[in-house]
């Protein structure tokens, strides 16, 4: 089992949110924490398809878009400015709610901007620690430490 410090912490959040195709993964070497990319046609060189299961790499599958749609939802609901609290809940129903959202950030409240990123990489980095415990590559404690020691940022 390695550290935490051995692996990409960010990269592996992004990889969990990775919602566009299931015709790559991202993926992780437990013996190194290194990081790698598969493709259907191309396998991890580019050149060479390859099985997935013939690799002793493990693919990180995205999670649910739920999981996300949670993250704008705490987000918003968080926010202490009203208008724009209801603003980015309003964004947030129906479908295309991960446009809007963004859309509503950037164009009407970027000022709210620095603070969404620091809470989501939080969340995404909480969520790379408990997959790699959750596919025994660290220390379930050393990960519930973790999780423990990064709570959500305060929002304005």
Request: hydrophobic share 40%; proline share 6%.
């Amino acid at each position: 089992m390695l550290g935490l410090d051995k692996f990409d912490l960010e990269e592996i959040g992004t990889a969990l949110q990775d919602q566009t195709d299931f015709e790559y993964f991202h993926l992780v070497d437990p013996r190194t924490g290194e990081m790698g990319f598969w493709t259907t046609d191309g396998g991890i060189d580019g050149e060479h398809p390859v099985d997935l299961d013939e690799l002793d790499l493990i693919a990180i599958e995205p999670l649910p878009s739920y999981v996300w749609y949670r993250d704008m939802a705490d987000f918003a609901e968080g926010i202490g400015d009203e208008r724009a609290r209801r603003r980015l809940a309003r964004a947030i129903q129906g479908k295309g709610a991960f446009r809007r959202f963004k859309d509503e950030l950037y164009e009407e409240h970027p000022k709210l901007l620095p603070a969404w990123h620091a809470f989501s990489d939080v969340r995404a980095r909480r969520r790379a620690v408990e997959w790699l415990a959750d596919k025994a590559l660290v220390d379930r404690d050393a990960a519930a430490g973790f999780a423990a020691e990064l709570p959500d940022p305060d929002l304005p």
